[in-house]
């Protein structure tokens, strides 16, 4: 049984995992709740790619600076509350 799965672990890590786009884009708003949940109350677009990075994504800085601008300066457990939809 030496050497199953071998071949997945020889890739880079964002080819073993594929998403649709739609859950590629929650990656963001994750990121933010994660930073706030964790007690910054505002969270900025380097504090989110500061922890998307350091699980190996990639990060695009236009939907970090979005995500900052929709939600900065709002309560996360509020926003959660009242089901506010977020733009995507």
């Known amino acids: ?7 997945n672990m020889e890739k ?6 594929s998403c649709p786009v739609r859950l ?3 990656r963001y708003l994750a990121a933010y709740m994660l930073a706030s949940l964790g ?4 969270p900025s677009a ?6 998307l ?8 800085k236009e939907r970090s600076k979005k995500i900052v601008s929709e939600l900065g300066g709002k309560d996360i457990n509020e926003i959660i509350s009242n089901e506010e939809g ?3």
Request: aromatic share 0%; hydrophobic share 25%.
């Open 24 to 26: 590629k884009k929650m």
């Open 53 to 60: 990075s350091s699980v190996g994504i990639e990060v695009d």
């Open 46 to 51: 380097s504090d989110i790619e500061k922890i």
């Open 86 to 88: 977020i733009k995507g």
């Open 39 to 42: 007690g910054n109350k505002n």
């Open 1 to 7: 049984m030496q050497g199953r799965g071998k071949k």
């Open 12 to 17: 880079p890590r964002h080819e073993l995992v």
